[in-house]
């Protein structure tokens, strides 16, 4: 089997908010803002999709959580830097040897953001 190297995505984004703050709302929140109405798991096993949780922890799992109370795996924690950097494999319920990863960093634009 011959395997796909895919060159890494890199994006920036500037927000109106603290490096705190928006790891909060991106990691711990993250169901405020992704669409899970389109873009989950829980559909194609018979539910819908309600929240997504983070274990707040170097190995802690992040979970898609269904309407019926079932989770589904979207990856491992794999760095957890309040403020900094969140790290985790994005494998949405493939081997994690298949997976991908995310790494997000978290900078102040400015000494009081």
Request: charged share 20%; net charge negative; no cysteine.
């Amino acid at each position: 089997m011959s395997v796909i190297e895919i060159t890494p995505i890199v994006k920036s984004l500037d927000v109106p908010r603290s490096a705190l703050d928006a790891f909060q709302l991106f990691v711990l929140e993250m169901d405020r803002w992704w669409p899970l109405g389109t873009h989950a798991l829980s559909p194609e096993n018979g539910t819908l999709a309600v929240a997504i949780e983070v274990e707040p922890m170097v190995g802690g799992r992040v979970l898609e959580r269904a309407q019926d109370g079932r989770g589904f795996h979207w990856g491992d924690v794999l760095v957890f830097e309040p403020g900094h950097r969140f790290t985790m494999t994005w494998q949405l319920g493939r081997a994690l040897e298949k997976s991908g990863q995310v790494d997000v960093r978290f900078e102040a634009l400015t000494a009081a953001s």
